[in-house]
């Protein structure tokens, strides 16, 4: 049986006078791409920093496989890892450096970095579809693999739990391919995997699950079957309906 990663209920957070989450419910279960829809604004990214323990809500319970997160550092230990939408790289520092930032025992012995070195190459290369040096500092590469390497990072740390804001917008059709590959790898594997995107066409290509935030309110999740572009729209535009009332 499938059991319940992610579960948020009636979360509430405020920015000053912005109400970027009103009433914010969703459950996300382990093994299943669950989708975070909405327009511009609607709160996408302050769930996910919610779910990240980057941010603590005014109000509301939420639970990361059955326990709760008061920090980043407790929502890592939990295994949630958020690839965040601004590209946070060192680039100073090496590919390989940047990979592993904050993991515990960065300068441990030869035998864990020669192990860790091995592993990110070839994820690298599987998500890149090419090989990568990782001795490279990172203020040589190309956005596009900035962008790869936050979300390595987030893949390398075994997550339980792995969210990606947007990590796809500025992807190309055959490297978002790369991407979902790995993608359904890890949810074979029992990871939850949440995404935040704008693009509603590829939500029918990977998503199991959507949930449509319109105002920092849920609206509605959306089954397997349910998720398409009228459905999603629909769920988005009501809001405009509502106030044209
Ligand atoms: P989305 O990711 O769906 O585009 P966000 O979660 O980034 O939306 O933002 C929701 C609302 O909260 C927006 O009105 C945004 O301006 C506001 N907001 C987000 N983060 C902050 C912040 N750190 N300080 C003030 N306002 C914020
Ligand atoms: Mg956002």
């Known amino acids: 049986?499938?059991?319940?990663?992610?579960?948020?209920?009636?979360?509430?957070?405020?920015?000053?006078?912005?109400?970027?989450?009103?009433?914010?419910?969703?459950?996300?279960?382990?093994?299943?791409?669950?989708?975070?829809?909405?327009?511009?604004?609607?709160?996408?990214?302050?769930?996910?920093?919610?779910?990240?323990?980057?941010?603590?809500?005014?109000?509301?319970?939420?639970?990361?496989?059955?326990?709760?997160?008061?920090?980043?550092?407790?929502?890592?230990?939990?295994?949630?890892?958020?690839?965040?939408?601004?590209?946070?790289?060192?680039?100073?520092?090496?590919?390989?450096?940047?990979?592993?930032?904050?993991?515990?025992?960065?300068?441990?012995?030869?035998?864990?970095?020669?192990?860790?070195?091995?592993?990110a190459s070839k994820l690298m290369s599987e998500l890149l579809g090419f090989d990568l040096d990782l001795n490279v500092k990172v203020g040589e590469l190309p956005l596009s693999v900035k962008q790869w390497i936050t979300i390595a990072r987030g893949m390398l740390t075994n997550p339980k739990v792995l969210i990606l804001d947007e990590s796809s917008a500025a992807l190309d059709y055959e490297s978002t391919e790369r991407l979902f590959r790995k993608m359904r790898e890890m949810k074979a594997q029992g990871c939850a995997i949440m995404i935040v995107t704008h693009r509603i066409a590829e939500l029918t290509r990977i998503a199991d699950r959507a949930t449509v935030l319109r105002d920092g309110v849920t609206v509605g999740t959306l089954e397997k079957s349910e998720i398409t572009e009228a459905n999603i729209l629909s769920l988005i535009a009501g809001a405009a309906r509502e106030r044209e009332q």
């Open 1 to 119: 049986m499938q059991s319940v990663a992610i579960d948020i209920s009636d979360v509430r957070k405020t920015f000053g006078p912005t109400v970027a989450l009103a009433r914010c419910t969703l459950r996300a279960w382990a093994g299943e791409v669950h989708a975070i829809i909405g327009g511009n604004g609607s709160g996408k990214s302050t769930l996910a920093k919610v779910i990240s323990g980057v941010l603590v809500p005014d109000q509301g319970q939420v639970s990361i496989l059955g326990k709760s997160a008061t920090s980043p550092y407790e929502a890592r230990a939990l295994g949630i890892a958020n690839v965040f939408q601004e590209v946070l790289v060192a680039d100073e520092c090496s590919v390989y450096d940047n990979l592993f930032l904050g993991a515990d025992g960065l300068l441990g012995s030869n035998g864990i970095r020669e192990e860790r070195f091995a592993r």
